[in-house]
């Protein structure tokens, strides 16, 4: 069974950082590419960014640009998200998804809160 | 980037009905490749998005078949044929062909 499980969030002060992780399981993680994708409360879905099975090719929305990383780490299992320079505007459940064209399977989220 | 809009932001329907939600785009979605990466998902209430279909007509794996998907170039729609009550929630499509990927604002189906 696939699964993937973020964890990481948490209520951080505007300007920290905070690193999120999605632990994969149930299939050969270094054969996909991965998504990083967030939703605002009570707002819809934006994409944050994805990374290529081999970490060749990363894309950034650009309202994130310069201030988080993609990063995944195969012998793990596990994909990353570094946040930096935190903004009120990135408060958000923070899902990663498989596959950057299809988007076959969703963790269940995490919760990032920027507030002072 | 590609606008993704997606029509009608609600829909209430009695169950077995069927209900259409329709999203265009603001410029084609055939990627070199290819292949239309058009997506459809469902978030059921309180849940993480679950998808539907994928390059606009594939079921996903475990997807009731009273769900399907049509459409090419900038024109796509989704159909669920008789609606049950586990089909509440919040429709979303998602164009993967162009980077950044973009999503429609989503259409919210309730059960009359």
């Known amino acids: 069974e696939v699964q993937l499980v973020e964890s990481g969030g948490g209520l951080v002060q505007p300007g920290r950082s905070l690193k999120l992780s999605c632990l994969a399981s149930?299939?050969?993680?270094?054969?996909?590419?991965m998504n990083w994708i967030r939703q605002a409360p009570g707002k819809g879905l934006e994409w944050v960014a994805s990374i290529s099975s081999s970490s060749s090719y990363i894309y950034y929305a650009d309202t994130v640009k310069g201030r988080f990383t993609i990063s995944r780490d195969n012998a793990k299992n596990t994909l990353y998200l570094q946040m930096t320079s935190l903004r009120s505007e990135d408060t958000a459940l923070y899902y990663c998804a498989r596959h950057r064209h299809t988007m076959g399977y969703w963790g269940q989220g995490v919760m990032v809160t920027v507030s002072s | 980037d590609v606008v993704m809009t997606q029509t009608p932001p609600s829909l209430s329907v009695a169950i077995g009905q069927s209900v259409s939600i329709s999203c265009k785009s603001s410029?084609?979605?055939?990627?070199?490749?290819?292949?239309?990466?058009l997506n459809w998902l469902l978030q059921n209430p309180g849940q993480s998005p679950k998808r539907l279909i994928y390059q606009v007509s594939n079921l996903g794996s475990g997807v009731p078949d009273r769900f399907s998907g049509t459409g090419s170039e900038k024109d796509f729609t989704l159909k669920i044929s008789r609606v049950e009550a586990e089909d509440l929630g919040v429709y979303h499509c998602?164009?993967?062909?162009?980077?950044?990927?973009?999503f429609g604002s989503g259409t919210k189906l309730e059960i009359k």
């Open positions: 998602v164009q993967a062909t162009h980077v950044p990927l973009t």
């Open positions: 149930g299939f050969t993680f270094s054969n996909y590419g």
């Open positions: 410029q084609s979605l055939v990627h070199s490749d290819g292949k239309t990466y």
